[in-house]
């Protein structure tokens, strides 16, 4: 993602709405100090969090919207970046054909496809890819400078407040794994977002079916993030 074409396309009120809401977000972690009524409207922190809000606006999708939100930028950024890179290719031959694994900016963002992972209208994780998680966990514990936002979606069939319910328990499920197999609780915020954030139209089976789907974003928490600066010589955060 090339930062100089997205700002190009921000409005001037939108650059020192960027510069007012920095100052008031750098020494919150990427997730952690949401509430419910937050987490649709900035997620990050400093100047990115409210290039995140734009971005995740326009993109309606939570994981992107987290990246985006969290980023460093500059120098330190492409340092985070590398830390990333090891990480993704890993995770690409854990999680094999039960993910898609895709470095965004500073980021990594995961999809798992609901199919795999439950049976129809369950929360309960099919056992045959339990080998495949308990290899995703062992991975997120070798890189440990992150923050993990797990998400769960749903298609638009049935109510919304049944479809809300069904994405949290998925997501909750997913975290359970994970949290069994020794990943830090401190490192994981677990939302359910509904039928909301469709990738795809509802209408067809084939829209509906990518719909259903539990989401990642990996972001580098606030150590990370300073040693990044540390060593590339920018003004660390504070």
């Known amino acids: 993602m090339k930062t100089t074409s997205f700002l190009a396309n921000i409005p001037c009120k939108m650059v020192l709405l960027v510069m007012l809401i920095s100052t008031n977000f750098y020494s919150c972690n990427s997730f952690k100090k949401l509430n419910n009524a937050q ?3 900035i997620i990050g922190v ?7 809000a734009a971005i995740g606006r326009k993109s309606k999708n939570p994981a992107i919207y987290a990246i985006v939100g969290s980023a460093v930028g500059g120098i330190a950024g492409t340092f985070v970046g590398k ?3 090891k ?8 999680l094999d054909v039960l993910a898609d694994v895709e470095r965004v900016g500073e980021g990594i963002k995961i999809t ?3 199919g795999v992972l439950f049976d129809f209208n369950s929360s ?7 080998e495949n998680l308990i290899k995703f966990s062992e991975t997120l514990k070798q890189y440990p400078d992150t923050e993990i936002l797990v998400a ?3 298609d638009n069939v049935g109510t919304e407040a049944y479809n809300m319910k069904l994405s949290q328990q998925r997501a909750d499920a997913v975290a359970a794994v994970l949290k069994a ?3 830090s609780r401190s490192r994981l915020t677990v939302l359910g977002y509904g039928e909301k954030d469709a990738v795809a139209d509802n209408t067809l089976e084939s829209g509906r079916e990518q719909n259903r789907r539990v989401e990642f974003a990996i972001v580098a928490n606030d150590k990370l993030k300073k040693e990044a600066t540390k060593a590339t010589g920018e003004t660390s955060l504070k």
């Open 87 to 94: 990480q993704a290719e890993k995770l690409k031959k854990d």
């Open 83 to 85: 830390y990333m890179d």
């Open 181 to 183: 197999n020794n990943v």
């Open 46 to 52: 400093g100047t990115g969090a409210a290039m995140g």
């Open 39 to 41: 987490r649709g409207a």
């Open 112 to 114: 798992m496809k609901s």
């Open 152 to 154: 769960g979606h749903t």
């Open 124 to 130: 309960k994780i099919n056992p045959t890819v339990n």
